[in-house]
C-alpha cells in the first residue's frame, strides 16, 4: 500500500533553493566575465567557428 513522503521541511527547502541560486549566480557571472573579456580582445579564449562543423 501506498506511504505519503514525509513533507519536506522550509529551511531544507530553502537551504536547497539557495544552493541551486549560488551556482547558478557563480555560472553566470563567468559567462558575464568571458563575454566582456572576448569583447575586450583581453580574451584567449576562441569559440569554434560555424565552418569548422561543416567538415
Known amino acids: ?7 519536506t521541511s522550509k529551511a531544507k527547502r530553502d537551504q536547497r533553493r539557495a544552493h ?6 557563480i555560472e553566470a ?16 579564449f576562441v569559440y569554434p567557428s560555424p565552418e569548422d562543423d561543416e567538415e
Open 1 to 7: 500500500m501506498a506511504v505519503p513522503k514525509k513533507k
Open 29 to 44: 557571472q563567468k559567462a558575464l566575465s568571458l563575454g566582456k573579456s572576448v569583447l575586450t580582445g583581453r580574451s584567449s
Open 20 to 25: 541551486w541560486k549560488r551556482k547558478a549566480t
